[in-house]
Nanobody, 120 residues
Framework: QVQLVESGGGLVQAGGSLRLSCAAS????????MDWYRQAPGKQRELVAT???????TYADSVKGRFTISRDNAKNTVYLQMNSLKPEDTAVYFC??????????????WGQGTQVTVSS
């Protein structure tokens, strides 16, 4: 009932930038927190950044000062601006969101992921 679609991944050289987007659609009543995760080959999925409905943000130590999470509530969209990228940022990036839907249900929705590759 809820779909999250990421875009903006790709190949970039170390030191470069990328901007990821994730748009939520479906029978959405409201969205609470929106998150970005990443998963590198052979590693566990890790939380990169979170933004609440009120705009409060938190970041993993590994990306603080380089990544910025933001959201457009009118568009049900979350963004991740990634600057000063490093090869160790290479991963599949997933967005997730806590959603409430019109029939009174709620849950956590995931996107399908977008590949980010940083070359040295």
């Amino acid at each position: 009932q809820v779909q999250l679609v990421e875009s903006g991944g790709g190949l970039v050289q170390a030191g470069g930038s990328l901007r990821l987007s994730c748009a939520a659609s479906g029978r959405i009543l409201s969205i609470n927190s929106m998150d970005w995760y990443r998963q590198a080959p052979g590693k566990q999925r890790e939380l990169v950044a979170t933004i609440t409905s009120g705009g409060s943000t938190t970041y993993a130590d590994s990306v603080k000062g380089r990544f910025t999470i933001s959201r457009d509530n009118a568009k049900n969209t979350v963004y991740l601006q990634m600057n000063s990228l490093k090869p160790e940022d290479t991963a599949v990036y997933f967005c997730g969101a806590e959603v409430e839907i019109w029939d009174g249900g709620s849950g956590y929705a995931w996107g399908q992921g977008t590949q980010v590759t940083v070359s040295s």
